[in-house]
């Protein structure tokens, strides 16, 4: 079993940069893990994805460039860089982890609260 708790949602101005981190409790090394994140009357979608041991990843045309996952099993951590914020990137952020190297959400078994990331124009 993994928990997920995830921090460092806030509110920011557009073309800001911020921070999301993910803390995992269990076995959570040998995991692939993702952010996924759900705007306010749309349905929960794909931000990125990275593998067990960061060695890939691949992320949604709509952030690629922008943002980063990095992760760190030493610290059973991974973290969501996010840079040149948009209005449009607001949204409930969540991660996801599970065992399959996937942007689809039925391929990740576990799944943290969500933060909230507001981005003001």
């Known amino acids: 079993q993994v928990r997920l708790v995830e921090s460092g949602g806030v509110s920011v101005q557009a073309g800001g940069s911020l921070r999301l981190s993910c803390a995992a409790f269990?076995?959570?090394?040998?995991?692939?893990s993702a952010w996924f994140r759900q705007a306010p009357g749309k349905e929960r979608e794909f931000v990125g994805t990275?593998?067990?041991?960061?060695?890939?990843?691949f992320y949604a045309a709509s952030v690629k460039g922008r943002f980063t996952i990095s992760r760190d099993n030493a610290k059973n951590t991974m973290w969501l860089q996010m840079n040149s914020l948009k209005p449009e990137d607001t949204a409930v952020y969540y991660c996801?982890?599970?065992?399959?190297?996937?942007?689809?959400?039925?391929?990740?078994?576990?799944w943290g609260q969500g933060t909230q990331v507001t981005v003001a124009s």
């Open positions: 269990g076995n959570f090394r040998w995991l692939a």
């Open positions: 996801a982890a599970g065992g399959q190297y996937s942007g689809r959400q039925n391929d990740f078994e576990y």
């Open positions: 990275i593998g067990w041991n960061a060695d890939v990843s």
